[in-house]
């Protein structure tokens, strides 16, 4: 399978014949509705059961075991958790959850179980696991990380446990022990509820020796606890667990094996044995606690009476006991071993028999001989059915090897090939006798055999498919050697979208096509995935468009997808979960398909249940992927162009193509033109659509069908942890997913996620780093929870605490993660001066609780706790203003800044859509980061870049006595990208620019070079800045004015140091000035003092070589405009100089009025 932890989708075709699956344990749910099996070739199968009707139906494969399974069992003492451990022949241990059927933690140990008991002990909550096997001591260990708490260790004979049993006894506080070895020592251990790794070792406090050797099962009776049960394989036994004294004894019936036994009441067992029967005894009066004769010595006749046996239904015990042998006259018998007699004699055969198949079905015997001919025979009769030869004899054989391969995978075909003609023989005899049948039969036959030859090799070809890199890799899948080969679809989601660039995976990638200029196997990858993954049904319209527009194919049956989970293990559906859709279908059936055959109809009828509802009904993980991966795949389809999958569209391109190369360009190409442009925006907006389906409405569509609880909603953890994944588009779709599942979720929805993650977030003083401090987790005191909470609080207040130091650092991380977005989309609605409004109330209830200025105690520890993570450049910025008081702002900008310092080497990935280096996206990243900080607080944001700027060019002054090198300071290599920022806040708010306008220009003329300033003009070099009247610029004499808003001018000179000199000129803002075209005079106007005045820089001493004063001299009062014209500050007056005494002063109710110097 692929590596990596990359979202990769797989999707399983299984043969027609089923796998093969030796139980080997078995495991039954405490609701009675899945029963859980492991078998020898160390798969795990999930089994729908009706508890009512004792229905099972396969429902998914389990794959990760590489031996054979040992020993089963629950990990949780909640019902809805359904989490299972598992243990295999090699020590390797897994704990699956058994909805998603993903492996939530995986181990391999020295020690191999055999046995493993769940218990809650005394003072504790959760689960522990107490194991036992090939090894001395019982292993007490913890379900979830599968680490070993403590031990329990032999004083006295130390042997192999065998079997054991955990009990409380009553009126007691503590938990004892109760175990026998292989030897026969029972032994006995008290816990007293506080043993941890670190204590002393424990040894058991009694110990015996009884005559039971290689026990299999030890139950103590939970109804008086005074008696226990005892089964070995030849008999079973009842104990006095006071002294371990034998009270009764069974043996095994003839030819059984006993396997385990359990109490059904104080004076009632069960014991079952190894041919699957059960035996219900009724004990002996000696051996019942509440009897007057308990422990008293036993009558030879009052012995535990059977009173019931139950059986297989169907079952066939003479034949099952018996066995086949062949004599040198060449006939057949079964000598039954139970009877000790010959059941079945065929002696008819005159040639050597070189086969023998079953069909225990039909009660069949086919005997293969080396000329050719089979005979088949009746087994319960032992009659001769019917002889048969040549192509029709071969199919029989050939049918027995279906059936067994589908019931029971006996190894009975393997002498059937050896002992038939090669199939090289029959296909030239074919061909002489000019007969097709035998034609086709013998080149499957040898298509067969070389299948066969070479079936050991098939993880070297998946390996191989592996090394080539594509966005699909296939791998043959086999749970044992002699099954038929299934295969398993891997899609790569990375690897087609083309992020991978690195290796050879981008080579066929969308990203690298660009175009859908050819058809490659890439977009029949890309076509393939999406017609699986897509929710047909749910939109007749868009269902439409996916086929006719962009290509789609509707799928004809149901999928089997699957999941990879930890360490590689994958759990697959089955198709005979497909069952279970007959009750989503309820319409009837229209009349133009009576006419079809039922089955089709039955199987076009389950595909569209399937894709319209169950798909999403299975399970989170697989919603949470699937949505990721069509989500992403749309996004990017949709920035493409010709995304369709069309056939018929490549003509369409190549015609394109060619008509627009000649320079000659008439009307009918010119319509071909728009109609080619209109079909593309057709398929781009086909695209949207369906991103916008799987990402918005599809909850509710599933919702509306089946309630409010079928639909699996999206796991936002799994998506908070890709919020900052390494493939963009990805990263995009788990970004929407993410915030669309918190939309929808509500207030209360929201606030339970928050009560459920914010005890994860990490407790530290603000000196320390949180790195330091990952496993201090001391959870703040919750808030009281509303009995009406959603579903998700309902989920959420099942889950369980984490159990080891890795799970807990990836639920911080998570939690830091998801409170941050939650913080930064949805904690922001309230602040401190907010105006009364009507619906001031309603904005109050929906902040999170904890983000608010009033419990803000949330809000600190994240924006505190995300100084470790990289997603914290990306939520900095979506929730600056929630984080914004418990930050450096100073200290924010210039780090996001530095960041984006190599912006411009770093141009070609950004702009051209290349794969992001690391340097890259944090650079993209922190781009984003500063213009959304920008945008929501642009007054801080052109402040503190002021501010620094003013202590950077302190700095320059005393550079040389500071021995500082400029050069290098942040505010130094970051000048194109304030710049930019600045730009665009201009083009974006020119409003609240306007009164930062004298701060504006200080950081302007910080990054601009002065070198452009002294040949061009400033609306050259920058424009943006020109769009203001309260600012004008005089190249000749170099020098700047800026109108602020609290009335003062401000003048730059630009010869040499950049010198700002400021003049109080109003009382009100400056509305717009200007100098004059010979640079001698400046004239301002501020509309809302009413007044013009005119200014010029008078120089004091002689010749003009003293220190300069700009006075007023002269001052009019202007005609006061009216409100609606005030509405626009940008427009409300213009100043024009018409020669170098006179000013036009235009207003914006068009009118005009000439002033003289």
Request: charged share 20%; glycine share 6%; proline share 5%.
């Amino acid at each position: 399978m692929p590596a990596g932890n990359g979202l990769v989708i797989p999707i399983v075709l299984w043969g027609r014949i089923a796998p093969t699956h030796c139980i080997s344990c078995i495991y039954l749910s405490r609701d009675q509705k899945t029963l859980v099996t492991g078998c020898y070739d160390g798969q795990i199968c999930l089994w729908a059961m009706d508890p009512e009707t004792l229905k099972m139906t396969p429902r998914c494969l389990l794959v990760g075991h590489t031996a054979p399974v040992m020993c089963l069992s629950r990990a949780s003492v909640i019902m809805e958790q359904n989490f299972i451990v598992s243990s295999s022949e090699n020590g390797e241990m897994c704990t699956w959850d058994l909805v998603d059927g993903k492996c939530r933690e995986n181990v391999k140990l020295n020690n191999v179980h055999t046995q493993m008991l769940p218990y809650v002990t005394t003072g504790g909550e959760d689960v522990k696991l107490f194991c036992s096997g090939y090894y001395p001591e019982v292993l007490v260990m913890d379900p979830f990380s599968l680490e070993v708490l403590f031990a329990l260790s032999s004083r006295m004979n130390p042997d192999w446990i065998s079997a054991l049993h955990v009990l409380r006894p009553a009126k007691r506080t503590d938990d004892v022990v109760l175990a026998i070895t292989t030897a026969g020592t029972v032994k006995v251990w008290t816990l007293l509820g506080s043993e941890n790794r670190n204590s002393e070792p424990l040894f058991e406090h009694e110990s015996k020796q009884i005559r039971c050797v290689n026990a299999l099962c030890l139950t103590c009776c939970p109804y008086n606890q005074r008696t226990v049960l005892i089964v070995c394989s030849k008999y079973w036994q009842i104990y006095d667990a006071g002294d371990f004294s034998v009270l009764c004894s069974v043996d095994a019936p003839v030819g059984e094996r006993w396997m385990a036994g359990d109490f059904l009441s104080a004076d009632r067992v069960i014991v079952w044995s190894d041919e699957g029967h059960g035996y219900l005894y009724k004990l002996p009066a000696n051996s019942v606690a509440d009897n007057k004769d308990f422990h008293t010595a036993a009558i030879e006749s009052d012995q535990p009476y059977l009173y019931c046996t139950l059986t297989q239904p169907g079952d066939k015990p003479r034949i099952q006991k018996c066995i086949c042998s062949v004599a040198s006259d060449h006939s057949v018998t079964l000598l039954s071993l139970a009877e000790r007699k010959c059941v079945v004699l065929a002696s008819r055969h005159l040639f050597p028999v070189v086969t023998i198949k079953w069909r225990p079905g039909d009660d069949f015997m086919i005997v293969g001989c080396s000329d050719g001919a089979v005979y088949v025979w009746q087994m319960e009769t032992g009659h001769l059915d019917r002889v048969l030869h040549g192509i029709i004899a071969e199919e029989v054989l050939y049918a027995c090897d279906e059936n067994t391969l589908a019931t029971s995978g006996s190894t009975g075909g393997g002498g059937g090939e050896l002992g038939l003609a090669n199939p090289a023989v029959h296909f030239f005899r074919g061909l002489r006798h000019r007969n097709l049948s035998a034609i086709r039969h013998a080149t499957q036959r040898g298509l067969h055999q070389l299948q066969q030859l070479h079936g050991g090799h098939g993880n070297d070809h998946g390996n191989q498919m592996r090394a080539r890199g594509a966005p699909l890799n296939i791998q043959g899948f086999r749970s044992n050697p002699k099954d038929p080969e299934s295969h398993i679809l891997f899609f790569d989601i990375e690897g087609l979208i083309g992020d991978g660039w690195n290796s050879d995976n981008a080579k066929g990638s969308l990203k690298r096509n660009g175009a859908f200029s050819e058809p490659n196997s890439t977009m029949e990858i890309a076509q393939l995935l999406l017609s699986l993954l897509h929710a047909w049904g749910m939109d007749a319209d868009l269902d439409r468009v996916c086929e006719s527009k962009l290509g789609l194919l509707r799928p004809m049956v149901p999928v089997s997808f699957g999941v990879i989970s930890k360490g590689g293990y994958m759990s697959f559906l089955l198709p005979t979960y497909q069952t279970h859709l007959e009750s989503c279908v309820t319409e009837p059936i229209p009349q133009g398909e009576q006419r079809l055959p039922m089955e089709l109809v039955r199987q076009e009828r389950l595909t569209r249940a399937f894709t319209k509802r169950a798909h999403w009904e299975l399970s989170t993980t697989l919603t949470s992927n699937h949505l990721l991966a069509v989500v992403a795949l749309s996004n990017t389809l949709m920035s493409m162009t010709n995304a369709t999958f069309v056939p018929e569209q490549e003509r369409n391109r190549k015609l394109h193509r060619l008509n627009s190369r000649p320079v000659n360009w008439n009307k009918v190409e010119e319509e071909n033109e728009e109609m080619y442009t209109a079909h593309q925006a057709q398929i781009k907006q086909g695209w949207s659509l369906i991103a916008t389906l799987h990402c918005v409405l599809l909850p509710d569509k599933v919702s509306t069908q089946g309630g409010s609880r079928s639909f699996k909603r999206p796991q936002v953890e799994m998506m908070a942890r890709r919020w900052q994944h390494q493939c963009l588009e990805i990263r995009e779709a788990a970004q929407a997913l993410l915030l669309a599942e918190l939309g929808r979720m509500g207030v209360k929805g929201r606030k339970a996620l928050v009560d459920y993650w914010s005890p994860y977030l990490p407790q530290y003083s603000t000196q320390e780093p949180i790195a330091q401090h990952s496993q201090n987790h001391s959870p703040p005191p919750g808030a009281p929870e509303d009995d009406d909470e959603e579903e998700l609080a309902e989920e959420l207040s099942i889950s369980r605490k984490p159990s080891s130091v890795s799970e807990l650092r990836r639920k911080q991380t998570t939690a830091v993660v998801l409170l941050g977005v939650i913080g930064a989309e949805f904690g922001q609605d309230i602040g401190p001066n907010h105006p009364k409004r009507e619906n001031d109330q309603r904005r109050k209830s929906s902040v999170v609780e904890g983000f608010g200025i009033g419990n803000n105690n949330l809000s600190r520890l994240t924006s505190m706790a995300l100084t470790h993570l990289l997603s914290a450049i990306d939520l900095i910025g979506r929730g600056f203003t929630v984080w914004e008081p418990y930050l450096d702002v100073s200290r924010v900008l210039l780090s996001l800044l530095e960041m984006c310092c190599e912006a411009d080497k770093l141009v070609p990935t950004l702009t051209y859509g290349l794969p992001l280096t690391p340097a890259a996206d944090s650079c993209r990243t922190a781009r984003h980061a500063l213009t959304l900080i920008a945008t929501v607080r642009p007054a801080a944001f052109i402040t503190t870049m002021a501010r620094e700027v003013a202590r950077y060019n302190t700095m320059a002054q005393n550079a040389q006595t500071l021995n500082v090198n400029l050069g290098q300071s942040i505010l130094a290599r970051a000048k194109p990208e304030i710049l930019r920022i600045v730009e665009q806040l201009i083009e974006k708010m020119q409003s609240e620019m306007s009164d930062l306008l004298v701060e504006v220009m200080d950081i302007i003329l910080h990054c601009l070079d002065p070198g452009h300033l002294k040949t061009k003009p400033l609306n050259e070099v920058f424009p943006a800045i020109c769009k203001f009247n309260q600012i004008s610029h005089y190249p000749a004499h170099r020098r700047i004015a800026v109108g602020s808003k609290t009335g003062h001018i401000a003048l730059y000179e630009l010869r040499g140091t950049v010198k700002c000199q400021t003049i109080i000129a109003h009382q009100a803002p400056v509305t717009a000035l200007a100098f004059s075209p010979e640079g001698k005079y400046l004239v301002s106007y501020s509309v809302s003092e009413n007044k013009l005045c005119f200014w010029q820089q008078i120089s004091s001493g002689m010749f003009g070589l003293g220190n300069s004063q700009t006075r007023c001299i002269k001052s009019y009062s202007t005609a006061p405009i009216n409100d609606v014209s005030r509405l626009n500050p940008m427009r409300l007056a213009k100043l024009i100089w018409i020669n170098n005494r006179q000013v036009t002063l235009m207003l914006a109710d068009s009118s005009e009025t000439r002033f003289n110097v």
